[in-house]
């Protein structure tokens, strides 16, 4: 699954918690065992083909309040933009993209898609599906 630069502080089950509550989703479980360990973490590898091309995962986006990238504060900026409450940004890219949960069809096992954040959230080619799983979008990581 990677290697994870992690940062100096570690992620709670409150802090968890609270972020799912806000957020009004469950995250699944192969997400929050990533996300305990290396909150805001940098994986290596890095790279993750979205429609034949290879797109660069920058970095987990944080659960920790006041932080750069706090998933919150990305999650409700998206969603002023029109963002469907259904789809969750867990990871950006150096441009401003996001890797996303989409909790559309399955609350309980939500698809990974990419979000490309020009391109209006209604439109039809906002999003490219990337994987079918958390555990599937790890393992189809690699070096560029």
């Keep these: 699954m990677g290697i994870w ?10 802090e968890i918690q609270d972020v799912e509550n806000q957020l009004g989703v469950c995250f699944p479980k192969d997400f929050i065992d990533i996300v305990r360990k290396p909150n805001a973490g940098r994986p290596t590898p890095k790279v993750i083909d979205v429609c034949e091309s290879g797109q660069v995962v920058r970095q987990l986006l944080s659960f920790l309040p006041g932080g750069q990238t706090y998933i919150v504060e990305e ?20 441009f401003g ?9 399955s609350d309980s096992n939500p698809e990974i898609v990419f979000y490309d954040h020009e391109t209006d959230p209604d439109e039809d080619d906002a999003f490219t599906f990337v ?14």
């Design 5 to 14: 630069k992690t940062s100096s502080q570690g992620v709670t089950e409150q």
């Design 75 to 94: 999650t409700e900026d998206l969603r002023d933009d029109g963002l469907d409450e259904k789809i969750i940004p867990f990871a950006n890219d150096p």
């Design 97 to 105: 993209n996001y890797f996303c949960f989409d909790f559309r069809v």
């Design 131 to 144: 994987s079918n799983s958390f555990t599937s979008f790890l393992s189809n990581m690699k070096d560029s």
